[in-house]
DNA sequence: TTCCAGGGTGAGT
DNA sequence: ACTCACCATGGA
């Protein structure tokens, strides 16, 4: 199909795909289901195989309107319409909300490539087992360390409660019951929120979105830069929260 | 060897 | 409400 996005950079920048997908050449590769899913781009054309197009659509949000997003975001902000000139078609994906609560426990004061090795020593048979499974599973394999206790504590947890039904709530309610559960506080709680339930108002403040406000807009406390980060860029904050992590993270950053 | 990574918790103010 | 040591692992 036809679609406007830069596969490569959606699937390649911190991202729960980073963690959970593969590649191979320049496909993109996961188990769901039955069966192996591929993904891959030749210039405007999107390939799929093994999945539907409803899956895909959903999944990489092409419902989105880059235009109307983009126009909101960098009205007045340079430093936001550069990134968007850099990295154009990096969409924000959309992941199941147990998954991406795992990936980002694992997060936990931790690097993506060593998130990603978490991550894969967690899988059974391409999928993060349910809380109920999960809870009394062996997990020491998977050298997650302190956050072992975490996971552990939030699947046992999540085994007693509608996880799902969290996603029915107002974003901010939604975060506060979120950080009811253990390893999850505001970041992790707004990663989940936009790459699991998919509100776009989500803005996880990392330690690279930190630099960045700091660097491009002065300013230096979390609680600011969420106000900052609503105030200038509403309803869209997790898109310009992307295109700013791109700016300064690791494979971000060019001479 | 020291610093750092898509931070959270708990104890101290 | 804010600060800060500590948390386990592995790469640079």
Same mark, same amino acid.
């Given at each position: 199909?036809?679609?406007?996005?830069?596969?490569?950079?959606?699937?390649?920048?911190?991202?729960?795909?980073?963690?959970?997908?593969?590649?191979?050449?320049?496909?993109?590769?996961?188990?769901?289901?039955?069966?192996?899913? %591929?993904?891959?781009?030749?210039?405007?054309?999107?390939?799929?195989?093994? &999945?539907?197009?409803?899956?895909?659509?959903?999944?990489?949000?092409?419902?989105?309107?880059?235009?109307?997003?983009? /126009? $909101?975001?960098?009205?007045?902000?340079? #430093?936001?319409?550069?990134?968007?000139?850099? *990295?154009?078609?990096?969409?924000?994906?959309?992941?199941?909300?147990?998954?991406?609560? $795992?990936?980002?426990? &694992?997060?936990?004061?931790?690097?993506?490539?060593?998130?990603?090795?978490?991550?894969? &020593?967690?899988?059974?048979?391409?999928?993060?087992?349910?809380?109920?499974?999960?809870?009394?599973?062996?997990?020491?394999?998977?050298?997650?360390? *302190?956050?072992?206790?975490?996971?552990?504590?939030? /699947?046992?947890?999540?085994?007693?409660?509608?996880?799902?039904?969290?996603?029915?709530?107002?974003?901010?309610?939604?975060?506060?019951?979120?950080?009811?559960?253990?390893?999850?506080?505001?970041?992790?709680?707004?990663?989940?929120?936009?790459?699991?339930?998919?509100?776009?108002?989500?803005?996880?403040?990392? $330690?690279?979105?930190?630099?960045?406000?700091?660097?491009?807009?002065?300013?230096?406390? #979390?609680?600011?830069?969420?106000? *900052?980060?609503?105030?200038?860029?509403?309803?869209?904050?997790? %898109? /310009?929260?992307?295109?700013?992590?791109?700016?300064?993270?690791?494979?971000?950053?060019?001479?």
């Amino acid at each position: 199909m036809r679609a406007r996005i830069n596969l490569r950079l959606t699937m390649e920048s911190g991202q729960p795909p980073e963690f959970f997908w593969n590649k191979e050449g320049e496909r993109y590769w996961r188990e769901l289901g039955k069966s192996r899913c %591929y993904l891959w781009q030749e210039g405007e054309e999107l390939h799929y195989l093994g &999945c539907d197009e409803g899956y895909v659509r959903e999944f990489l949000r092409l419902e989105d309107d880059l235009e109307e997003i983009y /126009a $909101v975001i960098s009205a007045g902000d340079e #430093v936001m319409e550069r990134a968007i000139g850099r *990295f154009q078609g990096l969409r924000i994906t959309k992941n199941d909300p147990w998954e991406t609560l $795992v990936a980002f426990i &694992c997060s936990i004061n931790n690097n993506i490539p060593r998130i990603r090795r978490n991550v894969q &020593c967690l899988l059974r048979g391409g999928r993060i087992p349910p809380p109920e499974e999960l809870a009394g599973a062996e997990l020491s394999s998977a050298r997650l360390g *302190f956050r072992e206790g975490y996971l552990r504590a939030t /699947a046992a947890v999540l085994a007693r409660m509608d996880f799902h039904a969290i996603g029915e709530l107002g974003y901010e309610e939604a975060r506060q019951e979120l950080m009811k559960l253990r390893g999850v506080g505001e970041k992790v709680a707004d990663c989940v929120l936009l790459f699991g339930f998919g509100y776009l108002e989500a803005f996880p403040v990392d $330690v690279w979105i930190a630099r960045a406000m700091r660097a491009y807009y002065g300013i230096t406390s #979390v609680k600011e830069m969420r106000r *900052f980060a609503r105030e200038r860029w509403h309803p869209y904050e997790g %898109y /310009a929260q992307q295109y700013l992590y791109m700016l300064v993270g690791r494979r971000g950053r060019r001479g």
